[in-house]
């Protein structure tokens, strides 16, 4: 099995940075993608940024220039730093991880852009 444990959510005001980061344990041989999706409130569940085993990354428009994706292979973690924060970033941020055919989700950790 596979956990995928996030940290790094709050409160900020519109401008501010936050950085998460999402640890995966278990039992497994490499992760070939990592990486963010959000769910806002009353929305469905959308794509932030996810960077696979060789580096490639994929951001959502609306979050690019803002946002920065990186990976510690070695620790098995992901994070995602996020600057020049708006209101409509506020959403639970969920870390995911493919292994071979299977994605993992971790609990989600909750982000509030308000001041």
């Known amino acids: 099995q596979v956990q995928l444990v996030e940290s790094g959510g709050g409160l900020v005001q519109p401008g501010g940075s936050l950085r998460l980061s999402c640890a995966a344990s278990?039992?497994?041989?490499?992760?070939?993608?990592m990486g963010w999706y959000r769910q806002p409130p009353g929305k469905q569940r959308e794509l932030v940024a996810v960077?696979?085993?060789?580096?490639?990354?994929n951001y959502a428009d609306s979050v690019k220039g803002r946002f920065t994706i990186s990976r510690d292979y070695a620790k098995n973690t992901v994070y995602l730093q996020m600057n020049s924060l708006k209101p409509e970033d506020t959403a639970v941020y969920y870390c995911?991880?493919?292994?071979?055919?299977?994605?993992?989700w971790g609990q989600g950790t909750q982000v509030t852009v308000s001041s």
């Open positions: 995911t991880a493919r292994i071979i055919s299977t994605t993992y």
């Open positions: 278990g039992s497994f041989f490499s992760i070939y993608v």
């Open positions: 960077v696979t085993s060789g580096g490639s990354t």
